[in-house]
């Protein structure tokens, strides 16, 4: 029996394409190290986003792979995951709590957003990250409607405590005024109230911070870009030619800023008819899909429109806690698949970096 060494497994190993990475595990760095004692090779393999839900489809995937190619060998892989803060625009100082914030933005009102920017915080809530959700539209908060959620956010030494829901912390201006109340206030109040919402609540170490954006360009998203530390960026449209046109104007803007977008969700892409079985695109077909092709961005998810999602948005429930529903895993793919993005990044090597004070003394 032939003997094997380190370099014959990576060249194995590099065989596995990851599906959310879409690298290999040795190109994405995943692979560790690796250990042969005999017969027995121990593999650690440590993934930089959240896979606890997908553990047992990876172990299996390189078990089938090494059988084949060491058959008188036993694997053992331990698999983890360390997820690290990623870098940020230039002279913005991270936050101290969070780890990474990622903006889920549109160009245009009515698609979608808010509900899918909750379902990828709860995907990755899922999947073993520890996740915030912070609600930026501050003249049409939607956040508690979706969560079901009504609950005045606790004030210690004048910090907000997060309110808890399926296990996201969360804030949003709604958890502060009345239902019918409307918030008319000019740009640098409601920048204002972004700002305070984000550092005067009392996060408790978040690998993630979702920040569900207000529709357009204006200036809750100028502020962002000047004085949040935001890792990553996702824009929601749906194919509808206006809606890509007003989505093409956040892909401008968070470029410029120098916010990498991780990619384009389509949202309401296709009508699937539970009655008759036909497929129908009442929006518009592959709009996002072209949208990302044209800016060399990943179209991270097409995701159909359903009546599910309708109601159990409405019922404060949202439609990724429907057990082994079609549309609970396309929304499990869709936050993993941002996060294994994100975590291709540059770290932010700022993080915990000193302070250096330089002082003036007399000779």
Not at 133 to 148: E, S, T
Not at 243 to 254: G, H, Q, T
Request: some cysteine; glycine content about 6%.
């Amino acid at each position: 029996m032939n003997k094997i060494n380190s370099k014959q497994i990576e060249q194995t190993l590099a065989a596995y394409q990851e599906p959310y990475l879409e690298k290999d595990l040795v190109t994405a760095k995943v692979l560790q190290t690796c250990h042969i004692n005999q017969q027995t090779v121990t593999v650690d393999l440590q993934f930089g986003f959240p896979i606890q839900t997908l553990k047992q489809s990876i172990q299996a995937s390189l078990q089938a792979l090494v059988k084949e190619a060491f058959p008188n060998y036993k694997f053992i892989f331990n698999i983890t995951q360390k997820i690290i803060a990623h870098q940020v625009q230039p002279a913005v100082k991270a936050h101290p709590a969070i780890k990474n914030i990622i903006a889920v933005g549109s160009g245009k009102g009515g698609v979608g957003k808010s509900t899918t920017a909750v379902n990828i915080a709860l995907g990755l809530q899922q999947a073993g990250a520890q996740v915030g959700l912070l609600d930026a539209d501050i003249y049409g908060p939607n956040q508690p409607l979706i969560l079901g959620k009504k609950t005045k956010p606790t004030v210690v030494d004048k910090k907000f405590e997060p309110v808890m829901c399926y296990g996201l912390q969360t804030n949003s201006i709604g958890y502060l005024i009345e239902d019918d109340q409307a918030m008319i206030w000019r740009g640098p109040m409601v920048s204002g109230a972004l700002l305070q919402l984000l550092n005067d609540t009392r996060w408790q170490a978040l690998d993630y911070l979702i920040i569900d954006l207000p529709p357009g360009t204006g200036d809750v998203q100028l502020t962002l870009a000047k004085q949040v530390p935001v890792s990553g960026a996702v824009i929601v449209t749906t194919p509808q030619k206006v809606a890509v046109a007003d989505a093409e104007k956040s892909v401008a803007m968070f470029k410029r800023v120098k916010v990498p977008i991780l990619g384009i969700v389509e949202n309401m892409s296709v009508y699937h008819c539970p009655h008759c079985h036909t497929s129908t695109h009442l929006f518009g077909a592959a709009g996002g899909r072209e949208l990302a092709t044209k800016y060399q961005l990943s179209l991270l998810a097409e995701i159909p429109l359903e009546l599910t999602i309708r109601e159990q948005t409405d019922q404060g429930r949202p439609a990724i806690l429907i057990p082994e529903s079609n549309i609970s895993f396309i929304y499990q793919y869709l936050a993993l698949k941002i996060a294994a993005r994100l975590s291709l990044q540059p770290k932010n090597w700022m993080v915990n970096f000193p302070q250096v004070i330089v002082e003036n003394r007399p000779a």
